[in-house]
């Protein structure tokens, strides 16, 4: 039997950084991506899991917004450590307790600045050069009840140089997205889960 732990990653758009994960876990000893669940049904990363051969499946927005439901889900798939990449919806109280330690999010900007509900994509970089700031970057933490304020694992800068635009910084934090948040993830969940499972 498959003894490896069992991770799903939420995503509800592109899902490049899901593809770097579900990569960086296609042979890998002791974790695997088991499950991508999306709430948008024609989200590309279901064709990405597709391609990595990843169970995938697309929630309903009542399922998840509803704790028990989800945490039903999770459970029915023995998941043990979940990854929001690029997911839009606030993940339950019921879930995040239940999951407390074992939820991380990645968020384009320098948290806690350019964060909060309503923040993502690129009206976070619009922002950001909006309020002329000299540095950005990404954030990778865990998740706690309220949008992106949960404890800071890592934060990696770059400069917004005067010429910027919201494009090109989200070109520029995107790549520092793919250069990380695969191997934190991975240093993340090896080091919470391998205590809780057999
Ligand atoms: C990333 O910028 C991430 O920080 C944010 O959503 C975006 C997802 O991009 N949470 P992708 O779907 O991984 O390409």
Redesign the pocket.
């Known amino acids: 039997m498959d003894k490896r732990i069992r991770i799903a990653i939420y995503?509800?758009?592109?899902?490049?950084?899901?593809?770097i994960i579900m990569e960086r876990f296609k042979q890998h000893k002791i974790a695997q991506v088991a499950l991508v669940v999306s709430d948008q049904p024609g989200a590309?990363?279901l064709a990405l899991a597709k391609q990595f051969g990843v169970e995938s499946l697309v929630a309903s927005k009542s399922l998840l917004a509803d704790g028990p439901e989800m945490l039903d889900l999770m459970r029915s798939k023995e998941i043990d450590f979940i990854v929001?990449?690029?997911?839009l919806r606030k993940i339950p109280n019921e879930v995040v307790q239940v999951f407390s330690g074992r939820i991380v999010?990645?968020?384009?900007s320098l948290l806690p600045k350019f964060g909060g509900k309503g923040m993502?994509?690129m009206r976070?970089h619009t922002a950001v050069v909006a309020a002329q700031e000299k540095e950005s970057g990404?954030t990778i933490h865990f998740v706690n009840e309220n949008y992106d304020e949960g404890a800071i694992i890592m934060q990696v800068r770059c400069s917004v140089d005067p010429s910027e635009t919201a494009e090109s910084l989200?070109k520029k934090?995107?790549q520092l997205?793919h250069l990380h948040y695969a191997s934190v993830v991975e240093d993340v969940c090896l080091k919470t889960v391998t205590g809780n499972v057999d």
């Open positions: 995503a509800s758009g592109g899902g490049s950084n899901a593809g590309g990363v929001l990449a690029g997911y999010n990645i968020h384009p993502y994509g976070v990404m989200q934090v995107l997205e």
